[in-house]
């Protein structure tokens, strides 16, 4: 019997830093522990390795199948020899015999440790995934670890993502330990590690930070039918209501603009929030507001092309500065 101190104390420590379960843990190290028995013994033997964790004990066992004729010598034992140990045993049964490993050493000691390292690693980043997977297409709040450059390293809790420029608003800057809230994009599972794809550009991060600001939103009452966005400068919203009596505009800007300036300042850009149509000249002609629209030709509808006829003073503000809002 080999006694292992403090287990159920280290197996609830990295249960609650790490989030491997701790049955997962104890057979972790039965596991490693019947791995080095093996690499000291003989890769033939089957070692069977049982784990109190309440005691913090171990104890081992040589299994062997009971045979008529042996193959393999280490892990099989004849029937006549079997029914010395127990008489009512059968051919195809296992017996097994309690040892205690001699010299379990250096050796075998490191061995264990590798596996438990190794399966650890690999339940924490399964755990990771798993906890992850469930948050892709919501928005989180992360702290800045570290800059990188460009980039910014964001500490999620357990785990950790880089926001690349490409992902970043023009012109907002962070710090280390500023609080950042990054939509999840997507998950990738690497041999290594977790690779989490976060965004603040994202056009469905602009519809998550309405859905949280605005409640008919969340509840379907209004809808959300289309985002057009160019980060840290403007966006469009397309919104439709479901329920005639409440107005799908007015509702999502707020009285004086106070539901949408939240997410103005979240974004550092101007939002507009316009009335979705399934008559496509109209929504064309809502979309370029606050531009007065004159008429709307359809060139060519399969192509989505159009044109756009405007007084001559609507120009320059239906094109807006630098074609932003055409």
């Not at 195809?92 to 050493?105: L, Q, S, Y």
């Not at 438990?116 to 992360?142: H, M, P, Y």
């Not at 280390?176 to 590690?193: A, G, H, L, M, Q």
């Not at 799908?248 to 939240?262: H, L």
Request: aromatic share 6%; glycine share 6%; with cysteine.
């Amino acid at each position: 019997m080999i006694n292992i101190e403090n287990l159920s104390q280290m197996a609830n420590q990295i249960e609650a830093e790490r989030g491997v379960d701790k049955d997962f843990l104890y057979q972790t190290i039965e596991q490693a522990l019947s791995a080095a028995c093996r690499k000291k013994m003989g890769a033939e033997k089957n070692i069977r390795c049982e784990l109190n964790h309440e005691l913090g004990t171990v104890d081992f066992y040589e299994v062997y199948t009971v045979v008529e004729e042996i193959e393999i010598e280490d892990c099989e034992i004849l029937l006549k020899d079997a029914r010395k140990q127990k008489k009512s045993i059968k051919v195809g049964d296992v017996i097994e015999n309690k040892f205690e490993p001699a010299d379990f050493g250096r050796i075998a000691a490191q061995t264990a440790k590798q596996v438990v390292i190794q399966r650890l690693r690999e339940a924490e980043k399964d755990s990771v995934f798993n906890e992850f997977i469930d948050k892709v297409g919501e928005i989180v709040t992360g702290t800045v670890q570290r800059v990188e450059g460009r980039n910014y390293l964001i500490n999620l809790g357990r785990t950790e993502a880089l926001l690349g420029y490409r992902d970043q608003i023009p012109g907002e800057k962070f710090l280390p330990k500023d609080n950042v809230r990054v939509y999840i994009v997507d998950i990738e599972k690497t041999n290594r590690s977790n690779n989490i794809l976060i965004s603040r550009t994202h056009n469905k991060f602009l519809e998550k930070l309405l859905v949280k600001e605005i409640p008919e939103i969340k509840d379907g009452i209004i809808e959300i039918k289309s985002v057009s966005r160019i980060p840290g400068d403007r966006a469009k919203v397309a919104v439709v209501s479901n329920n005639p009596a409440i107005g799908a505009v007015g509702t999502c800007v707020g009285q004086m603009g106070n539901r949408i300036q939240s997410v103005i300042k979240e974004l550092n850009e101007k939002i507009d929030i316009l009335e979705w149509s399934d008559n496509i000249k109209q929504f064309i002609s809502n979309s370029l507001k606050p531009a007065q629209i004159a008429g709307v030709e359809i060139d060519d509808l399969e192509n989505k092309e159009a044109s756009v006829i405007v007084p001559a003073d609507q120009l320059s503000l239906a094109i807006g500065k630098y074609g932003t809002n055409v």
